[in-house]
């Protein structure tokens, strides 16, 4: 049974997340004006916060396992550096392929300084709203193997959807997921609400 103070944080979360989608939604074109009221009382009433997500390959070893996993995902409709913080692990659109999606860990944002230890590289600043993402498996040769931002260079932002909050590896090895501290304490009542081990297990394919 959530406290009370987990499901005021809760629902907090859900008017946040409501407002930003239909902003979103608005901005796109996609809802007129007069239905952005409906659009956030149905988020906040009917829907989740959350989505599973099956992540297969070794390139996030440790952290979803060498065969991959099932995750439980937070949305983020808009991301930007106030949603998503360095030390996350996100969901975002394969660059190379925008029908597919990618689980890596944001290294790096907008501002920061990147310069690599081949001193063929010239080192560059990332611009606003890119980030740089990396695979956390350090077996896997860096651009060769490991499909990350060392392979395909800066993301936009805008290609996150989410953030992961629990990986179950199998029946047996699952928890939450190791994010930044700002990202945990943000996150810790939407993880008590929306967590359902049993409907992750139902999901799961090894």
């Known amino acids: 049974m959530a406290s009370p103070s987990t499901w005021f944080r809760y629902v907090a979360s859900k008017l946040e997340y409501s407002l930003s989608l239909s902003r979103k939604s608005y901005g796109r074109g996609q809802i007129m004006n007069a239905d952005r009221?409906?659009?956030?009382?149905?988020?906040?009433?009917?829907?989740?916060?959350?989505?599973?997500?099956?992540?297969?390959?070794?390139?996030?070893a440790p952290t979803i396992g060498t065969r991959g996993g099932t995750l439980l995902v937070r949305k983020i409709p808009?991301?930007?550096?106030?949603?998503?913080?360095?030390?996350?692990?996100?969901?975002?659109?394969?660059?190379m392929d925008s029908d597919k999606y990618l689980v890596r860990r944001l290294a790096a944002i907008e501002g920061y300084e990147m310069a690599s230890t081949d001193e063929n590289d010239e080192p560059f600043?990332?611009?606003?709203?890119?980030?740089?993402?990396?695979?956390?498996?350090?077996?896997?040769?860096?651009?060769?193997?490991?499909?990350?931002s060392r392979t395909f260079g800066p993301v936009n932002m805008t290609d996150i959807v989410g953030r992961v909050i629990y990986c179950l590896r199998n029946a047996v090895d699952h928890g939450p997921v190791n994010n930044s501290h700002f990202s945990v304490g943000q996150d810790s009542p939407v993880l008590a609400m929306e967590l359902d081990v049993d409907e992750m297990k139902k999901n799961h394919k090894e």
């Open 37 to 60: 009221l409906d659009t956030i009382l149905k988020t906040i009433f009917i829907g989740k916060l959350t989505f599973l997500h099956c992540n297969k390959g070794e390139e996030m």
């Open 78 to 95: 808009a991301a930007d550096p106030t949603r998503v913080y360095v030390g996350d692990v996100v969901v975002l659109k394969d660059p």
């Open 125 to 148: 600043v990332l611009e606003k709203n890119q980030c740089w993402v990396v695979a956390d498996n350090e077996n896997l040769k860096p651009k060769q193997e490991s499909y990350d």
